[in-house]
């Protein structure tokens, strides 16, 4: 079967800007190659939240938890064996006695995150609306508290350091596409269009037979995979993590991204992710001072009341966000003549 | 009776919430027959197909599809047993292409077949393989009605069930689809049909049931077509 019209710009439009936004990173200063490190991070957290919630049509605050056990397998089994020993004293003597390199952590990263959420799925894909989006907060909930407390996988309420700082501007940029590949090949798949046509429409999808439950299982394991992939890119970008981390500010930076961006489509996620990323990057250097023009210094917090008051302004003025929810098509105004 | 009906309702009660919408409805289609379901706003007539498609519970009575009882069963698993439902409206995915609505209908396929699958959508209307790259939301209403049947072929059903598929169109694709019913019907589809075209559906189908307050009040047969007479009594019956 040939390739449907805009399949093209539909992953060149997004993997494009994710190459340049990686090739201008290499080109800034030491100390602000992180602010593009982190966005190309964001990109493909947002991406992996967008395969459930973005098709599906189902609201998730949980897919965080899939990126904090990605982010805690990937750090805990790429500390150095003879670190281990000193900082993880109580955690198993399997875990403490192994480590493995920097492209299995990912893996693993990425296995745990989809079969958790695959275990996770199968009960609560059955719900949607408000009762999806409480019970995926309640699993955000369990798994932040068992990893803060269990001091047997982890480093419990302490900071876990010495993770390999491994996600540079190559890698970061390459998990960013590894990650948009997979949700374009996913929702451009026989399954990808059943999920969506249940979310347009799910009486109909319904009676021409499609079992929502299922394709929403699917959708939530390919996502928990994704999430817990970029985890590991996450935990390798900032050599440290503490369970905070991982939790609710992120849970809110990242729905924001989708939001602003455009819910419902991979190129609103990518363009979101840039976007909030940048404007976060330079709020938090603004509260500790920067210059633009001349020097100004914003008080502490004023980010976050920043980022939560546009959140709220793009729902207000444009629901279906920056994109409008649509795919890249460059030729769409030609196409509609045709 | 030689053999079961191929769609069979039997003293069906449907309800929502403490309203019934229809009651103690039993009809039989047959197979291969083309059954018409007529009545004013109101009278139950989309119901009775989403109950049918296991889109709305059955409060008391029973559905059988060939013979096998359909209580309890999803709507997915049941589409995937053999019945198609067109919806009211159209319903197709504007922003898909020709071509990915019609595929979406092979989630109810039984099983494989030679050749095209979406061959049974293309033979009846050929417009569709002309136009099956393009996006779904450009096609004029007829052309959508057609698209929306096609969707519904593909499963290759026992039965489909039609709501209202000429709401909306202009007279010459009102006598497209027309002309569609009873091709579908040839190649052995038993169609279960709602209209508000009362004459014309009572000239197309082998029997006509007129739906009012939720009851049978009449069934019609083609000679009646031409008495308008007792058409219009059978709506304004009380």
Do not use: C
């Not at chain 1, 603004?286 to 980010?303: K, N, W």
């Not at chain 1, 003025?317 to 105004?333: C, K, N, V, Y």
């Amino acid at each position: 079967m040939r390739r449907p019209p805009g399949a093209v710009t539909e992953l060149l439009g997004p993997a494009l800007l994710v190459i340049l936004v990686g090739v201008v990173g290499t080109t800034a200063s030491a100390s602000n190659e992180g602010y593009f490190l982190n966005a190309l991070v964001s990109v493909a957290i947002v991406v992996a939240i967008y395969v459930f919630v973005g098709i599906s049509g189902v609201l998730s605050f949980g897919q965080i938890s899939f990126v904090a056990l990605g982010a805690f397998a990937a750090g805990v089994m790429t500390v150095p064996v003879e670190s281990k020993k000193g900082v993880l004293t109580s955690i198993f003597p399997l875990l403490r006695d192994h480590s493995i390199g920097n492209v299995p952590s990912l893996l693993l990263a990425a296995a745990l995150g989809g079969v958790f959420a695959f275990l996770v799925g199968l009960p609560l894909m059955r719900l949607s609306g408000l009762a999806a989006g409480i019970a995926t907060f309640a699993v955000l909930e369990i798994t932040h508290n068992v990893l803060r407390e269990w001091t047997k996988i982890g480093p419990g309420a302490t900071t876990l350091a010495l993770v390999p700082e491994t996600t540079g501007a190559l890698q970061a940029t390459l998990g960013a596409l590894v990650a948009i590949t997979v949700a374009f090949l996913y929702q451009r798949s026989r399954r990808g269009r059943l999920l969506r046509a249940s979310r347009e429409d799910p009486a109909v999808a319904r009676s021409v037979g499609v079992n929502i439950h299922l394709e929403r299982l699917l959708a939530f394991t390919v996502s928990g995979a994704l999430a817990g992939f970029a985890g590991g890119l996450y935990v390798h970008l900032l050599g440290s993590i503490t369970t905070e981390q991982v939790y609710l500010e992120l849970t809110f930076l990242t729905l924001a991204m989708l939001v602003v961006g455009g819910l419902t489509s991979l190129w609103g996620a990518v363009v979101g992710a840039l976007a909030v990323s940048g404007l976060d990057s330079f709020l938090s250097r603004a509260e500790s001072g920067v210059h633009v023009v001349f020097t100004f210094t914003l008080p502490q917090g004023t980010r976050l009341v920043f980022l939560a008051a546009i959140m709220a302004l793009v729902l207000i003025l444009r629901p279906s966000g920056l994109t409008g929810g649509r795919e890249l098509r460059l030729r769409w105004s030609l196409r509609r003549w045709r | 009776m030689p053999e079961a009906a191929a769609l069979e309702l039997d003293g069906v009660d449907i309800r929502y919430g403490s309203v019934t919408a229809v009651r103690e409805l039993t009809l039989r289609v047959g197979r291969s027959e083309i059954v018409g379901l007529i009545g004013p706003n109101g009278a139950g007539k989309s119901t009775t197909l989403h109950a049918i498609m296991g889109l709305l519970p059955v409060h008391q009575g029973e559905i059988r599809l060939n013979g096998q009882p359909l209580r309890r069963r999803s709507a997915e698993s049941i589409a995937r047993a053999g019945i198609a439902l067109v919806p009211e409206g159209r319903r197709i995915f504007g922003d898909f292409t020709v071509e990915e609505n019609l595929r979406l209908g092979l989630a109810a396929r039984r099983r494989a077949y030679m050749g095209d699958p979406l061959a049974p959508a293309f033979e009846l209307f050929p417009i569709l393989q002309e136009f099956r790259r393009r996006q779904a939301g450009v096609l004029s209403g007829g052309q959508q009605q057609q698209l929306a049947i096609g969707r519904a072929l593909v499963s290759r059903p026992d039965i489909l069930l039609l709501d209202e598929p000429s709401l909306g169109l202009a007279p010459l694709a009102v006598d497209g689809i027309f002309k569609a019913f009873t091709e579908i019907r040839e190649l052995g589809t038993t169609i279960l049909l709602i209209e508000q075209r009362a004459q014309r559906t009572v000239a197309l189908a082998n029997r006509t049931h007129v739906l009012v307050g939720g009851e049978l009040r009449m069934t019609l047969g083609p000679g009646d077509a031409e008495n308008t007479q007792k058409i219009i009594a059978a709506y304004l019956a009380t």
